[in-house]
């Protein structure tokens, strides 16, 4: 299993347009989850009234178990295909999904959008196309879902087909015919098979379609970068730094650094899967000792590289953003929290600098007095305490971030540059 390329699968889409039916369903059709669990939960769910929902229950219960989960291995949700196996990025329907969308611990390569035939093109599709575009996702695998509530018509399909591709060409995605599916998530019409349901689709199924992917890209020659999720202290070792390995590999002897904290000193061990190993590498997630950083030294949102070409703590960053949702509009000084990496920090927006056309990516305006939702911008911010980013297009794992306030993500962003501390 191990030896298959590793392709990060994001699912978006609609909320109820059938994102975790499809993920339970894909599970379910390439043995991913044995057939006694769905029973199981068919079980459940007809007790509970859900009866029908159990794909979606499945998912429920994933959800359920890595909340309480004390892994800090996010990677169950996976499945394979003849060439592939695939992770599932995160959980569709968790309430940070579009947050974790943009500073999840990996980012997904590609993506499946899942459109219900009965609804087409809704906010969400949008937001999440918009999103998708604006985060680097290199494929879109489009599913016209609930192809069985609208039976099966042809007609439906193309109407929607053509609603996506609008929307397609005004963020400038590039679409592929071959890659718009009819399916019924929940009849299981194209997911695995061709079940002839629809017998005017000469298409790829869905796991032809993720098996026919290209390759995931290689991993960059970026420097060591570990942003920092927890600090422990272990009994008989000393203080234990843990996360997850973005780029770079770690050796035991590497002198490091832990910026914005600024401690650092050799590498004594590193853990992974409770076993010592002397290396590891990107997408690891390992605990390490370091030989004179105690526990009050380094702090979790720190981030760990080499001592020679330590993480880059900014000043201030200019930045590519996507306004989702906001209430009112956006204006110089204001002061939201932003997530990036393993990091919280409140920045201030110091200047608009440009408003952007989405569907060009040329500049619309000049210095706006204000932004709102649906709008991209250029932006200048400062951290209102230090932190550690990188100008995505060197290390795109830490140059990405989700701009948050009242409890919502509210935009979507990537570092364009960075001035240092
Ligand atoms: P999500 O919010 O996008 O994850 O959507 P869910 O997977 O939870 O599905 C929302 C509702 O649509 C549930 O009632 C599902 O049973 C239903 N649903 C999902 N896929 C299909 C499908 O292929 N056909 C029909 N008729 N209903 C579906």
Redesign the pocket.
Known sequence: MADKPHQNLA?I?????????????LLFETGSVPEHIIEQHKEEAAEKGKS??E??YV?DNLAEERERGVTIDIAHQRFDTDKYYFTIVDT??HRDFVKNMITGASQADHAVL?V?A?DGVAPQTREHVFLARTLGIETLIIAI?????VDYSEDTYKKVKAEVQELLKQVRFDSDDARFIP?????G?NIAEHTGTMDWFDGPTVLEALNNLPEPSPPTDAPLRIPIQDVYTISGIGTVPVGRIETGTLNTGDNVRFMPSDAGGEVKTIEMHHEEVASAGPGDNIGFNVRGVGKDDIRRGDVCGPADDPPTVVDTFKAQIVVMQHPSVITAGYTPVIHAHTAQVACTFEALDQKIDPSSGEVAEENPDFIKAGDAAVVTLRPQKPMVLEPSSEIPELGSFAIRDMGQTIAAGKVLEVNEK
């Open positions: 699912i889409g609609h909320v109820d347009h059938g994102k975790s039916t499809l993920v339970g369903r029908g929902f794909f979606a998912m569709p329907g899942v219900a009965d879902n609930k192809m069985d509530a399916i019924s998530a929940f009849e019409d």
